[in-house]
């Protein structure tokens, strides 16, 4: 388990709702990694904030804070298992390197819940996300306020997400991506006596079915 859950976590232990369509539908969380924008929040009077990717004990981005910049040969962006490996190769190969990553953990959907799978690049910024393409580089946004980081040449490992394919009733609060839900459980999200029904073909909802109800 995450040692600070998310704002979404926090808010589904505490039997909160989520937000409501413009037809006055329910609506809850679907992907669990920030894909689906069915978790937004206002944090800070700041609208449309993610709370599945947000740490509940975050504040609001510092809008006073002064810009921050940050040089690089190579930029990775995505601190999954590829993302890591390519930094940790530039490294290697002597280049200066900075990874980039929105979460606050390593390791992508998959092993951000277990420490140690994925060893650490040699420097990192998460919690940082990206705002904007610069002519030379960047902008991203994290709790401290704006980063500029520049580079010479630019590694996107943005990973893979899931497939949802619409049905009646699928942003209904209690309904998930297979993977969203595996995601969030691991944050947190109780499940713990909870009945699942898991839908689907896959390979991989073997995996999920096995982790969730170790959960």
């Known amino acids: 388990m995450s040692p600070t859950p998310s704002v979404a976590v926090a808010r589904a232990r505490a039997g909160e709702p989520f937000r409501t369509s413009v037809s006055g539908e329910p609506r809850g969380p679907l992907c669990g990694m920030g894909i689906c924008h069915e978790c937004r929040v206002t944090l800070g009077g700041d609208a449309h904030e993610l709370a599945c990717m947000i740490p509940a004990a975050?504040?609001?981005?510092?809008?006073?804070?002064?810009?921050?910049?940050?040089?690089c040969d190579v930029l990775v962006v995505g601190g999954g298992p590829a993302g890591v490996a390519a930094a940790r190769a530039a490294r290697a190969a002597g280049a200066d390197v900075l990874l980039l990553d929105e979460n606050r953990a390593l390791g992508g959907p998959i092993w951000r819940a277990s420490p140690g799978r994925v060893p650490p690049p040699p420097r990192a910024a998460l919690g940082a996300r990206i705002v904007a393409?610069?002519?030379?580089g960047l902008l991203a946004e994290d709790r401290a306020g704006a980063l500029v980081v520049r580079h010479r040449r630019l590694v996107l490992a943005p990973g893979a997400r899931e497939l949802f394919l619409p049905f009646p009733g699928w942003t209904l609060p209690g309904a998930f991506g297979a993977g969203g839900l595996q995601?969030?459980?691991?944050?947190?999200w109780p499940v713990a006596g909870?009945?699942?029904?898991?839908?689907?073909?896959g390979p991989l909802l073997r995996a999920a079915a096995a982790a969730l109800r170790r959960l």
Do not use: I, Y
């Open 194 to 201: 909870k009945r699942v029904v898991l839908g689907g073909t």
């Open 58 to 71: 975050d504040g609001p981005p510092d809008a006073a804070a002064p810009r921050r910049e940050a040089t």
């Open 133 to 136: 393409a610069l002519p030379d």
């Open 183 to 188: 995601l969030l459980a691991k944050g947190g």
